[in-house]
C-alpha cells in the first residue's frame, strides 16, 4: 500500500464548475497536509497546508482533512483554464519529509 | 512567499562527466533541504534530506556515492551527479524547510533539466 494515495485522473471539469481531488493517507501519526500545483515541466507551487480536521478556504480553494478517516481533499469552485495541472497531495513525515502522492491531473474544459 | 533559487535550470552533459546543481534559499535559513528526482509523467520521489554540517540521508536504493549532497551553509545546498549517465536524465527539485519552527510549510526550488548525452 503507498503511503499517499490519489486517482491519476485525469479529472476532466467544464469552466467554471467544481473540480473535487481526493487524497488518503496510510500513517496515522501524520499531522500536516499539502496540496501543491504542478504545471508540466514546472516545479510543484505550494496551494494550500492544512492541520486541523474541518475545512480551510483561501480564494477558489477548500482544503478539507478527516484525520480519522485519513484522508484530505481539494476543492476548486469556479474553474478556470489556468488550473488546469497536476495537483500532488503531499503529508508530512518526520523531519519534516514529506510523502507525495502520485497526483492527479486536472484539465479544465472552456 | 518564500523563494528556493535552483541553478542551472537547465544542463546537458555528456555521459560519464559529473555535474553539479545547486540549491539556495534566498530569504530564510533552512537547516533541512530535500533532493527530488521526477521522471515525467511520474511524481516527485525523494532522494536524499539534507542536513546542514552533517552527512545527507539517503533514501532506500539512492546510491550516495553517485548522488553527492553537500550542505555546507544554512542557505545552501549541492547536489553532484557523478559519472553521469542517460538514465540520469530526469528534473532534480530541490525543496528547503525554513529554520523558523513556527511554519511546517516547505518550499520548491524551480527545478534542473539534466540531460545526459
Known amino acids: 500500500q503507498k503511503e499517499v494515495e490519489q486517482n491519476s485522473g485525469p479529472l476532466s471539469v467544464p469552466e467554471g464548475a467544481i473540480a473535487s481531488l481526493n487524497c488518503t493517507y496510510s500513517d496515522r501519526g501524520s499531522q500536516s497536509f499539502f496540496w501543491y500545483r504542478q504545471y508540466s515541466g514546472k516545479s510543484p507551487e505550494l496551494i494550500m497546508f492544512i492541520y486541523s480536521n474541518g475545512d480551510k478556504e483561501d480564494g477558489r480553494f477548500t482544503a478539507q482533512l478527516n484525520k480519522a478517516s485519513q484522508y484530505v481533499s481539494l476543492l476548486i469552485r469556479d474553474s478556470q483554464p489556468s488550473d488546469s495541472a497536476t495537483y500532488l497531495c503531499?503529508?508530512?513525515?518526520?523531519?519534516?519529509?514529506?510523502?507525495f502522492g502520485a497526483g492527479t491531473q486536472v484539465v479544465v474544459t472552456p | 512567499g518564500a523563494v528556493v533559487s535552483q541553478h542551472p535550470s537547465r544542463v546537458i552533459c555528456k555521459s560519464g562527466t559529473s555535474v553539479k546543481i545547486e540549491c539556495r534559499s534566498l530569504d530564510f535559513q533552512a537547516t533541512t533541504m530535500f533532493w527530488y528526482r521526477q521522471f515525467p509523467k511520474q511524481s516527485l520521489m525523494l532522494m536524499a534530506t539534507?542536513?546542514?554540517?552533517?552527512?545527507?540521508?539517503?533514501e532506500q536504493g539512492v546510491e550516495k556515492d553517485k548522488f553527492l549532497i553537500n550542505h555546507a551553509s544554512l542557505t545552501l545546498s549541492t547536489l553532484t551527479v557523478t559519472s553521469a549517465h542517460p538514465e540520469d536524465s530526469s528534473f532534480y527539485i530541490c525543496?528547503?524547510?525554513?529554520?523558523?519552527?513556527?511554519?511546517?510549510?516547505?518550499?520548491f526550488g524551480e527545478g534542473s533539466w539534466l540531460t545526459v548525452v
Open positions: 503531499a503529508v508530512n513525515g518526520s523531519w519534516g519529509k514529506l510523502q
Open positions: 539534507s542536513n546542514e554540517g552533517s552527512k545527507a540521508t539517503y
Open positions: 525543496s528547503a524547510r525554513p529554520q523558523d519552527p513556527s511554519g511546517n510549510t516547505i518550499y
